[in-house]
């Protein structure tokens, strides 16, 4: 039988004291990780409390559940009859969860970065471009001192106090004799002129050049021709739109202008564009009411207000910018717009691959030939490697690329152009329904990521995030109604084009639905779409 070993007075002693160390330092731990715990509860706070977005009495509840949670756990490290497996426990629990809040308080920060940087204040300046344009064929021509003492076409009412400015500086870059100006009455004329010979270059504003490839009789005007010079003029933007109080307690109508572009590093900082893609959103947060209008890009209205400038819509930003468009749309709906977004709309395939995709009721098969596998393929010239794709009738989940394909076919689909705005209506309400879900929060990272740089908008950071707050607090169950006015095709005068273009003449009575529609959502009156 083994000898029970004695423990010598000494060796307890010793025991005792190395028990005595630990017991204080799993004090000692305790106390600090629970100290932890206390200051990252109050940093995560304040961040979160810092976005504007969660409403008081959730933020009242946050405050309980930490307060509460501090209170359970200092039981632990601060009474010294708990033993020192709880406190263990009470200090993992607590530094695992400050480490967790503590890195929501360095994380945070950043998303609320992006999303301030998302709304940036509205340019005040634009550039618009007056390019000297001369026939590719002719080699001779390789620098702007080659224009000396030729005649170059002009433009005899069309921004003409930016051509005499272009005018005075190429003639300053020139070593030789001025060039010899020629005023022609319309854009058409002037690239007449340059095709027969009749001048050797031609001035225009560079966005006039979409509207010339427009006209199918000129639709080789961009491989006939090439930049010769460009004279770059910065002019100051103005934008108007009506102020509102409070958009959580008042009605307020959004204008989403949409460019349908290939390169979609940004918006272009031109002045002038095309308006591809023209909805006016009604929201009234009182009724919980939320309508979107849509109207044809080729939709043949006075722009400005003007009964003089009938032109089509889509021409209406290229003279005033953006601040042309909501003016033309003010006056044909009667309505004043509050705020508006600029969007390259196929930067919509970035945003809806974000979210996960989008699922809509496609009420109708057609194919399109409008699908590509990159957005720009530089290989082939900068421009969409097309294919087709097929789209049955009934449910269908899209990705962004497929998404951007049915928004943007118009030949293969009722109605042409009038069809295409509906599928742009379906894409843009399956959008917000997807954005309006709780699941959201998981792709908020995504989701910022892919909207960086692709828009631009007078609403604020504070507006924005008051608008979210409000959708917290009420959590509101909207009623989401799309209405596209509609009509007929035909040639019609151009008032910046000067010559007759394919226009889409609107039928009064789509137009005055609309505008019953919209003055209904307004006043907060229901309504059913006929």
Known sequence: MAEKKVISSTEKEQLRRKLSRRRKTVKLISKITWLALFAASIGIFFVVKSFGVIPDKYLKLLIIVLGVFNLFMAVFAWLPAVNNLNKTIQSCTCGVLAAVMLLGVIILPGYKGKLEKLFTPVPTEGTLNINAYVLKQNGGYRDVENLAGKRVGIQKDLDVEYQNFAIKVINKEIQGSDINPVEYEDIYLAVDALKSGEVDAILLNEDYANIIAENTDYADFNDLVKVLYECPIQIHLDVNTADIENMTKQPFVVGILGEDTWLLDGLSKNTGYRSDVNILVVVNPLSHQILMITTPRDAYVPLYGSASKM????????????????????????????????????????????????????????????????????????????????????????????????????????????????????????????????????????????????????????????????????????????????????LAPSYLGHRDLSMVFVSPATLNKAKSYIKAVMNGEEITIE
């Open 311 to 490: 032109d089509k819509l889509t021409h209406s930003p290229y003279q005033q910018g953006i601040n042309g468009w909501l003016q033309t749309l003010n006056a044909y709906y009667g309505v004043d717009i509050n705020y508006y977004a600029r969007v390259n709309f196929t930067s919509l395939a970035d945003i809806i691959d974000a979210v996960g995709g989008v699922d809509i009721d496609n009420p109708y098969a057609f194919t399109s030939d409008y699908y590509f596998d990159h957005l720009v393929d530089e290989k082939n010239g900068g421009h969409a490697a097309y294919k087709s794709v097929d789209f049955p009738a009934g449910p269908l989940h899209l990705d962004g690329q497929l998404a951007l394909t049915y928004s943007r076919e118009r030949h293969k689909v009722k109605g042409g152009d009038m069809g295409r705005n509906q599928h742009q209506a379906m894409i843009l309400k399956a959008l917000i329904d997807k954005v309006c879900t709780p699941a959201i929060i998981t792709k908020v990272d995504a989701l910022l990521n892919a909207v960086q740089g692709k828009f631009s908008s007078n609403l604020t950071f504070k507006e924005i995030t008051a608008f979210a707050a409000y959708q917290l607090q009420e959590m509101p169950d909207w009623t989401l109604n799309s209405y596209s006015v509609t009509g007929s095709t035909g």
